[in-house]
């Protein structure tokens, strides 16, 4: 392995939704700063930058992470999921982000990446969460916009839109 000299950039690979990337990157780079201007998932939002707000909110290797805590040289061999992979098609919303649409969870959008990101580890995890599970998952975000109640109605839609979708195909 090659000595880590500051400044200098070395190669970080990794699978980024679904693709393998490697880019660039110098070793006190942070990885919330390496997915939006190296890899151009600007859907990692950066508000606080120390893990309180939840914005940077990604799953690594299927464990939510804050991508702004998180160095670049981190990722090396991971696997990585930003909002941007939610949907297959980008032109089309997955079930949670329809309720978001629908029970008004967002207002200004900043948070609802990292919210989103949240809600699809828990759902993926636990589909048959309730309230005060999902109220739980949603402790470690800060929204100044909605006050909540329309973001965990919004979840609650739609996990019991899933359980209803899998119920059918029993």
Known sequence: ???LIAGKKHPVSFT????????E?????LLSDLLRHECGATGTHVGCEHGVCGACTVQIDGVLARACLTMAAQAAGTTIRTVESLAEDPMELTPLQAAFKKYHGLQCGFCTPGILMSLDHLQTINPHAGKSEIEDYLSGHLCRCTGYASIVEAAISAFNEQMRGEDRNV
């Open 1 to 3: 392995m090659s000595k």
């Open 25 to 29: 990157a110098e070793n006190r780079m």
């Open 16 to 23: 980024l939704n679904g693709r393998s990337v490697t880019v």
